[in-house]
Nanobody, 125 residues
Framework: QVQLVESGGGSVQAGGSLRLSCAAS????????MAWFRQAPGKEREGVAG???????TYVESVKGRFTITKDNAKNTLYLEMNNLKPDDTAMYYC???????????????????WGQGTQVTVSS
């Protein structure tokens, strides 16, 4: 059974940092495209960062230079390091896994098969 479990969310002040984790089970993340998405109340789900089956990464423009997506294949875990957080980063963050993607669509939520339950990130000014 495929399962993705996020953790690491919380409340921080602007300028702070958080590290999100996504523990995967039931499949091997090295054989999937993996990504982080976020959704704020009243807004559409937005792709934040993605990583292919190797080491190619992509980021939405608003987080470039502040967020870093990595994965530990031995631990079957995906991470999102978030620095210099801003109030606009406040959202529920989800990790997702997809088996068949192209690099150009790594931040398209419709391309992902499996989703976690999400972890809340709140950034206060």
């Amino acid at each position: 059974q495929v399962q993705l479990v996020e953790s690491g969310g919380g409340s921080v002040q602007a300028g702070g940092s958080l590290r999100l984790s996504c523990a995967a089970s039931g499949f091997t993340i090295s054989t999937y495209f993996m990504a982080w998405f976020r959704q704020a109340p009243g807004k559409e789900r937005e792709g934040v960062a993605g990583i292919n089956k190797g080491t190619i990464t992509t980021y939405v423009e608003s987080v470039k230079g502040r967020f870093t997506i990595t994965k530990d294949n031995a631990k079957n875990t995906l991470y999102l390091e978030m620095n210099n957080l801003k109030p606009d980063d406040t959202a529920m963050y989800y990790c997702a896994a997809g088996s068949w993607l192209t690099l150009s669509r790594m931040l398209d939520p419709s391309q992902y098969n499996f989703w976690g339950q999400g972890t809340q990130v709140t950034v206060s000014s």
